[in-house]
């Protein structure tokens, strides 16, 4: 059974690392968790592969009285001053990698969740279920509950979307993302995907954040249409500290004062990530762009950058569609640009 991390709260605004030496043992790292917890402070364990770090968060008072150095096993106590800290480099120098069903997220495979905006009904699934595996990619998204800027515009099948959802992952054996947008709904969506989504526009809705911290799946998280890199972080710390280690984020595009493209695809955030955070990354250049053209030349760029994986919009009829045709790829276009990501994935050490 997967380890929970344990729900922490910062109290005092202080935490510190405690680094413990390479050839300290179990006995050693026992002797420290618990003089840590004796003195009232919350601690989190993170076993790299050379070091075991000990996160240690409480007021400044109980942490300002201890001799940490001074115990067996220890080599240096750090303090974290970045407003994030268990998703930070900083506490956990190793790349996470998201544990998904029998796939993973980061490291050296790169994952492509594809498939349509919103699930529009059974045929329309099935059809881009089939279609994206064929081309290879291994995880299936869409929408069933879609929230839209207009309350005139196709909210999705919901609880239907699921079943469709479902039965699509029986037919193909691709796993699924699709989004949950509220705590009422929340129990449903978590039944039937295997990663949930929280949407751009949820991404500070820190009540569905906690909420979503509690339930034992991986967490998409998209990156708000205005917000800093970190403020991004902020909501992982939510998720994080809340119980759940395995978020993964998502950079869609930001709102800039260009208005040709639907957004601007901040690329630039994926390195940033990687130098800020051991939290695995991906990019969705479907929303990030909002024009198809445009989609497999920043996915490759993407790619480039270092991201763990994409988030394609395809679609059997583009020019049907019920939600975000113009920057969804038809069949043909998405089965040219998997061939182009394998290559580039090849050439830069790395398995599609």
Same mark, same amino acid.
């Given at each position: 059974?997967?380890?929970?991390?344990?729900?922490?709260?910062? %109290?005092?605004?202080?935490?510190?690392?405690?680094?413990?030496?390479?050839?300290?043992?179990?006995?050693?790292?026992?002797?420290? $968790?618990?003089?840590?917890?004796?003195?009232?402070?919350?601690?989190?364990?993170?076993?790299?592969?050379?070091?075991?770090?000990?996160?240690?968060?409480?007021?400044?008072?109980?942490?300002?009285?201890?001799?940490?150095?001074?115990? #067996?096993?220890?080599?240096?106590?750090?303090?974290?001053?970045?407003?994030? =800290?268990?998703? &930070?480099?900083?506490?956990?120098?190793?790349? /996470?990698?998201?544990?998904?069903?029998?796939?993973?997220?980061?490291?050296? /495979?790169?994952?492509?969740?594809?498939?349509?905006?919103?699930?529009?009904?059974?045929?329309?699934?099935?059809?881009?279920?089939?279609?994206?595996?064929?081309?290879?990619?291994?995880?299936? %998204?869409?929408?069933?509950? +879609? #929230?839209? &800027?207009?309350?005139? &515009?196709?909210?999705?099948?919901?609880? =239907?979307?699921?079943?469709?959802?479902?039965?699509?992952?029986?037919?193909?054996?691709?796993?699924?993302?699709?989004?949950?947008?509220?705590?009422?709904?929340? #129990?449903?969506?978590?039944?039937?995907?295997?990663?949930?989504?929280?949407?751009?526009?949820?991404?500070?809705? @820190?009540?569905?954040?906690?909420?979503?911290? %509690?339930?034992? +799946?991986?967490?998409?998280?998209?990156?708000?249409? &205005?917000?800093?890199?970190?403020?991004?972080?902020?909501?992982?710390?939510?998720?994080?500290?809340?119980?759940?280690?395995?978020?993964?984020?998502?950079?869609?595009?930001?709102?800039? @004062?260009?208005?040709?493209?639907?957004?601007?695809?901040?690329?630039?955030?994926? #390195?940033?990530?990687?130098?800020?955070?051991?939290?695995?990354?991906?990019?969705?250049?479907?929303?990030?762009?909002?024009?198809?053209?445009?989609?497999?030349?920043?996915?490759?760029?993407?790619?480039?950058?270092?991201?763990?994986?994409?988030?394609?919009?395809?679609?059997?009829?583009?020019?049907?569609?019920? $939600?975000?045709?113009?920057?969804?790829? /038809?069949?043909?276009?998405?089965?040219?640009?998997?061939?182009?990501?394998?290559?580039?994935?090849?050439?830069?050490?790395?398995?599609?």
């Amino acid at each position: 059974m997967r380890r929970r991390l344990p729900r922490v709260r910062e %109290r005092g605004g202080i935490f510190l690392i405690v680094v413990m030496q390479p050839e300290a043992g179990e006995r050693e790292t026992r002797g420290v $968790c618990e003089y840590l917890e004796k003195a009232g402070l919350a601690v989190h364990l993170s076993r790299g592969v050379e070091r075991t770090i000990i996160g240690a968060i409480g007021d400044r008072a109980k942490l300002g009285g201890l001799a940490l150095e001074a115990l #067996p096993g220890v080599e240096k106590v750090v303090a974290i001053l970045a407003p994030y =800290k268990l998703v &930070s480099r900083t506490f956990r120098p190793e790349d /996470t990698v998201v544990p998904v069903e029998h796939l993973t997220v980061g490291g050296r /495979t790169v994952q492509v969740m594809a498939g349509p905006c919103a699930v529009e009904d059974r045929t329309q699934l099935l059809e881009a279920a089939h279609l994206v595996r064929e081309a290879g990619a291994r995880i299936l %998204r869409g929408g069933a509950f +879609k #929230p839209r &800027s207009s309350p005139y &515009s196709f909210q999705g099948l919901e609880a =239907k979307g699921l079943e469709y959802l479902a039965e699509a992952r029986a037919a193909t054996g691709l796993l699924i993302v699709t989004e949950v947008m509220d705590a009422k709904t929340l #129990p449903l969506v978590a039944e039937y995907a295997d990663i949930l989504q929280i949407g751009a526009r949820n991404m500070q809705n @820190f009540y569905l954040l906690r909420d979503v911290a %509690r339930v034992d +799946k991986p967490v998409l998280l998209k990156r708000g249409p &205005s917000a800093t890199v970190e403020e991004w972080l902020l909501s992982a710390e939510y998720i994080v500290s809340g119980g759940n280690p395995r978020v993964i984020l998502c950079e869609r595009g930001i709102r800039t @004062f260009e208005s040709y493209t639907r957004n601007t695809l901040d690329l630039t955030a994926v #390195p940033v990530i990687k130098h800020l955070s051991h939290l695995p990354v991906i990019v969705d250049p479907s929303h990030g762009i909002g024009k198809w053209r445009y989609v497999p030349a920043m996915a490759r760029a993407a790619l480039a950058a270092g991201a763990d994986g994409l988030l394609i919009e395809v679609h059997p009829r583009p020019a049907a569609a019920l $939600c975000d045709g113009p920057q969804s790829l /038809t069949p043909e276009n998405f089965h040219a640009l998997m061939d182009d990501l394998r290559g580039l994935a090849r050439f830069l050490g790395r398995d599609l």
